[in-house]
């Protein structure tokens, strides 16, 4: 059974970076299949997607996002990592890791989430 687990600091400042760590667990080399990829949900509003990163190292990113958006992995440690640059307060709220079967903002194709860390932005 995989396993998700966001961590990160939970304030961060405006204009700073903003780095997550998803570390998985549920099998050796998991993290080297399927497309592994971050969601938020700012308060009051639906899930957003940010971007996934694929099984080839491949990233994709939502559009709104992409010029501030990085994801890596670390298959040695079965952890991916999101970092949003430049960080303004629209970037606050839950953000979840996620496992899923495409690089997109369909849920019905994810299987396994993070329990989600909040993020707030303070100035």
């Known amino acids: 059974q995989v396993r998700l687990q966001e961590s990160g600091p939970g304030l961060v400042n405006p204009s700073q970076t903003l780095s997550l760590t998803c570390t998985v667990s549920g099998g050796p080399d998991i993290i080297s299949h399927y497309y592994w990829s971050w969601v938020r949900q700012p308060p009051g509003k639906g899930l957003e997607w940010v971007g996934s990163?694929?099984?080839?190292?491949?990233?994709f990113y939502t559009p709104s996002l992409k010029r501030r958006t990085s994801i890596s992995r670390d298959s040695s440690k079965n952890q991916f990592t999101l970092q949003l640059t430049s960080v303004i307060p629209e970037d606050a709220g839950v953000y979840y890791c996620?496992?899923?079967?495409?690089?997109?903002?369909?849920?019905?194709?994810?299987?396994?989430w993070g329990p989600g860390t909040q993020v707030t932005v303070v100035p």
């Open positions: 990163i694929a099984e080839t190292g491949h990233t």
């Open positions: 996620a496992r899923s079967w495409e690089a997109s903002g369909d849920y019905s194709k994810y299987d396994s």
